[in-house]
């Protein structure tokens, strides 16, 4: 499951929580006539489900559309992602959920895009510091409907493992880490980029777009998130 927000989903083009939740209800109705009820409560109540949260709801929802930031400053609007999450969490429990990741924001003012805009080569230190401090409000939440709800949980620390390598990328052997593989790699990023020329190595790429991952940096991050789990969960 992805960005809270349903304004997210209309505007980045994904699926909206209540909509994934609508097609989870649809899933395990499907798994039921399948395997039978039992079976199917066992199946989704020992699974493990991903939740990702907060970067398009900061980049496009308050930055890029300013609707949000029209309505709330952005101590209300981290309370306002954070009760949302709260509210699905506790949807997704009631559907019989029980081991949950949630992954926290990246340093997204180090994205190619942002830097862009701020017509700058260095990475926007108060878009990281709302991450960071996004992250440590969802992950006391996390641990809250931990102990609430008889969840076992795992918060997922991406923002460090980031920050670290693009500090020392040629560690984890990427040369680039200011601008994306595709076209430019300054402003181009999702459809944007068709028809457009790569770069000749996207492993020494950290960033595909101006806004997305390699493959590269995205086996580091899920590797992270894969070692967090086993160990939480």
């Known amino acids: 499951m992805r960005e809270m927000g349903n304004q997210s989903s209309n505007t980045a083009n994904v699926i909206s929580l209540n909509k994934q939740l609508e097609y989870f209800k649809e899933y395990k109705i499907r798994m039921e006539r399948l395997v039978g009820k ?66 926290g924001m990246e340093p997204f003012g180090c994205m190619p895009l942002i830097r862009t805009l701020k017509d700058s080569v260095e990475c926007d230190e108060n878009m ?14 996390v641990s809250e409907l931990e ?3 008889g969840m076992r949980t795992a918060f997922v620390d991406i923002y460090g493992v980031i920050q670290n390598i693009l500090r020392y990328p040629s560690r984890d052997g ?28 996207h492993t020494k790429y950290i960033y595909w777009d101006a806004v997305h991952f390699t493959e590269s940096m995205y086996y580091i991050i899920a590797d992270k998130a894969v070692k967090t789990i086993i160990e939480s969960l």
């Open 38 to 103: 039992e079976d199917a409560h066992k199946i989704v109540e020992n699974a493990v489900y991903i939740l990702s949260m907060g970067t398009n709801d900061f980049l496009q929802n308050y930055y890029i559309d300013p609707t949000r930031s029209h309505m709330f400053t952005i101590a209300q609007y981290q309370r306002y992602l954070i009760s949302c999450m709260e509210t699905y969490v506790k949807k997704m429990h009631s559907l019989g959920v029980r081991r949950l990741a949630v992954v």
């Open 128 to 141: 990281n510091q709302l991450a960071l401090s996004f992250n440590l409000l969802l992950k006391a939440k």
């Open 147 to 149: 102990a609430t709800l």
């Open 174 to 201: 990427f040369a680039e880490t200011k601008k994306g593989c595709c076209g430019s790699g300054l402003t181009e990023f999702g459809t944007s980029l068709k028809g457009l020329n790569m770069c000749a190595n």
